[in-house]
């Protein structure tokens, strides 16, 4: 089973292990939209745990938090970008000028 990725983001042509046309389905911005609102829910409270918790100083939150965003932000795109394309096959949302 291949990858149906080319580079990191962008789908291929077509699915290498069956062949099936990617071609038409289109995700939009609602991957996007679900890893920001889990990001709106989970960095803050993480960002209280640990301020309550270790009170560290300052400037360890300003290297700590946009690195944990930036590692959930590309760790999560692409299984909820896979989510989507598999929810586009299983209910055949496809566009048809594609």
């Known amino acids: 089973m291949g990858s149906v990725y080319e580079g ?6 077509a699915c290498p292990a069956c062949d099936l046309d990617l071609r038409g389905h289109d995700m ?3 991957p996007v939209y679900v890893i920001l609102s889990l ?3 989970v960095v ?14 300052v400037w360890v939150h300003g290297i ?3 690195v ?4 959930l932000t590309l760790g999560l795109l692409r299984p909820i970008k896979s989510a989507y394309l598999h929810q586009q096959y299983c209910h055949r949302s496809l566009k048809e000028d594609a």
């Open 28 to 30: 939009g911005d609602g």
């Open 39 to 41: 990001l709106c829910l």
């Open 8 to 13: 990191f983001f962008a789908l291929k042509p």
């Open 68 to 71: 944990v965003v930036l590692g």
């Open 64 to 66: 700590v938090w946009p």
């Open 44 to 57: 803050p409270l993480g960002a209280l745990f640990v301020e309550f918790r270790y009170e560290p100083p």
